[in-house]
């Protein structure tokens, strides 16, 4: 079972920056995988933020593009989120989740629905 940890939230003023980490484990070896951001708002829906696959194709959420970078490193088993000019609307809970064995389509990639592993969360708070 593919456990998922992350870590890197907390308070900023606007215009800063954090770096959101994200440890996996138990995981099985994959031709195919893929892992991914999303955040959730208090009475808002979850919302893809970024992905990346085995492949290194990288998407963003219009909201983030430019100002957020997804990467990884395979020899620590680590997802990154680097956010820069952090903006109040970007306040939430951020959670990483990943899917392997199967491709995921282009246009699905920012949907929950296309991933079965999630970690527990951290919290990400911008103020003005």
């Known amino acids: 079972q593919v456990q998922l940890v992350e870590s890197g939230g907390g308070s900023v003023q606007s215009g800063g920056s954090l770096r959101l980490s994200c440890a996996a484990s138990g995981y099985t070896y994959s031709s195919y995988y893929m892992i991914a951001w999303f955040r959730q708002a208090p009475g808002k829906e979850r919302e893809g933020v970024a992905t990346?696959?085995?492949?290194?194709?990288?998407t963003y959420a219009d909201s983030v593009k430019g100002r957020f970078t997804i990467s990884q490193d395979n020899a620590k088993n680590t997802l990154y989120l680097q956010m820069n000019n952090l903006k109040p609307e970007d306040t939430a809970m951020y959670y990483c989740?990943?899917?392997?064995?199967?491709?995921?389509?282009?246009?699905?990639?920012?949907?929950?629905?296309?991933?079965?592993?999630w970690g527990q969360g951290t919290q990400v708070t911008v103020s003005s």
């Open positions: 990346i696959d085995s492949g290194g194709s990288t």
């Open positions: 989740a990943a899917e392997g064995g199967k491709y995921i389509s282009w246009w699905a990639r920012l949907l929950p629905t296309a991933y079965k592993s």
